[in-house]
């Protein structure tokens, strides 16, 4: 056993795995350095009579409306493009974060239609018409949302990369009537939302605490 461990090690650190690495990184910046191929661009707002409506998306795209927290947005988007990338890059909507990308982490979770889902992994051609919920539209007129008190209250969060997320996940389920108030039908279902920092105890103390506030109890 400790000489396969040593060959791993060795293996590890050999000048042919470097130079394997140093290929790998050099392509990633080429990638990274490449146009898109999924792109996103703002069309107007109907609700302000935006005159760029009017004019037509360009080739290869496609005009959706999205009503994000209340407000009517029209982008253009090529077919790929997903719903999160929609919100970030077309709407500025940077509250919702890309984590993993792969639909595992639940960094990226807001509401259509008052479910969440998981917007990495999800078309935003197909949410043409939808109403859809971020972070940012918890908040009013200044006053934070119940449930972001009881976060901020409860300490429910470290780096607070993943809350978004969390939140939005949160409110859905105070919303779900079908979802039982213990502590661990409340973990079950909050279970797709990873918190690498490991606050979980003091993510569902905010959630319960914001039940009360909410009086969905």
Do not use: W
Not at 9 to 31: C, M, Y
Not at 47 to 63: L, Y
Not at 141 to 158: I, R, S, T
């Amino acid at each position: 056993m400790a000489d396969d461990k040593d060959r791993f090690v060795d293996a590890a650190h050999s000048p042919e795995r470097r130079r394997f690495l140093k290929s790998v990184g050099a392509s990633g910046l080429a990638v990274a350095a490449a146009p898109a191929f999924s792109q996103v661009s703002y069309a107007g707002s109907p609700d302000d009579g935006d005159q760029d409506v009017e004019a037509p998306p360009a080739e290869g795209r496609r005009r959706i409306t999205l009503s994000v927290n209340g407000k009517r947005h029209q982008l253009d988007v090529t077919p790929n493009v997903i719903l999160l990338d929609a919100l970030r890059e077309g709407l500025h909507l940077t509250g919702t974060k890309k984590g993993c990308d792969h639909g595992q982490c639940g960094a990226c979770t807001l509401l259509v239609n008052g479910e969440a889902i998981n917007s990495c992994l999800s078309l935003a051609v197909t949410h043409d018409g939808d109403e859809i919920s971020t972070v940012e539209g918890l908040e009013r007129d200044g006053e934070l949302h119940p449930l972001q008190q009881a976060f901020l209250e409860e300490d429910a969060y470290q780096c607070g990369y993943c809350t978004s997320g969390q939140m939005m996940t949160a409110l859905a389920i105070l919303n779900d009537k079908d979802i039982g108030e213990s502590d661990a039908e409340v973990r079950e279902a909050m279970s797709g939302n990873i918190c690498r920092c490991g606050a979980y105890k003091n993510i569902l103390a905010a959630v319960q605490s914001a039940r009360g506030k909410l009086g969905t109890a």
